[in-house]
């Protein structure tokens, strides 16, 4: 049965399913338009994303609006969330046991937008998603068709930012997607 946004929100506010929660200034649920057709999912909550309770809003978000930009949309348009809502010490990836405990959360938030293409940003959402054996560089670019949902595995803006010669797959990626949202959209 579906959540309704309203439970959903207080589900997260109320959780401790894992460890991370007792550490941090504010959970980070996600944002952006509740109908989107598309959604970008990263890994978790970084310390500007805490202190805000809203996600990509740091270095790495910045570039993730410009992303965003480069396929003619903007941020409102888009619906924007992380595998995990608690932002793990130290930026460290989540445990695969914190994924784990927050994935109900994402499945709530993909069954209530209901996108039909979702961007993986870097490879801590690209597994949760779609299984542990992804590798990020060998996989991005490649479209995953589940149930007529269309996912595409690409870096994560922290990673372009430390390596801009990864941004030329990047940007390659999502022309891919948008292609794809102006094929589904007819
Ligand atoms: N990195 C992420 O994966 N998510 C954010 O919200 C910010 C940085």
Redesign the pocket.
Known sequence: MEVSWDSLNAQIAQCDKCGLCRQIHNK?PGQGDANADLMFI?????AD?DLQGL??V?A??QLLTKMIAAIGLARDQVYIC?VVKCRPPRNRTPEPEEAAACLPYLRAQFALVKPRVIVL??ATAARAVLGESVRITRDRGIWVEKKGVWFMPTY?P?ALLRDAAKKKDAWHDLQLVQQKLRELQG
């Not at 990263?42 to 970084?46: A, D, S, T, Y």
Request: glycine share 36%; proline share 6%; no cysteine.
């Open positions: 980070v990263g890994e978790g909550p970084g994303e996600a990509f740091g790495a978000g992380n940003l870097g994560h922290a």
